[in-house]
């Protein structure tokens, strides 16, 4: 069990990655459910495991405190109940680059 950690700013700016953004980050990456009432899972094919790092960010760029479990061997359950309702942009991270996805918490 481990906490994706909060910066102390609540905006957001620009990028520190100096790979580009592309679509073979996480392409078979799966995000759901979505809408969620509090927990998300994202899904991962299994050579994408090792080497993974998520961050949560609220519509407004702040980065969230998520609880997130390894639930089996190609996925995390990211748990959104300490955080209030609305929309939060996950990035998944990893050596090729980022990738996006947006979820919407009931």
Known sequence: QGAIQANNSNVTCGSSYDEPIVDEVATDVRVYPNPSSCKVIVEFPEELVDGIRLEVYNYLGARC?????????????????????????IHVINEGGLKSYSVVIQ
Request: charged share 20%; net charge negative.
């Open 65 to 89: 405190a998520v609880n997130n479990y390894r639930a089996n061997d190609r996925s995390i359950e990211l748990d959104f109940t300490s955080l209030p309702t609305g929309m939060y942009i």
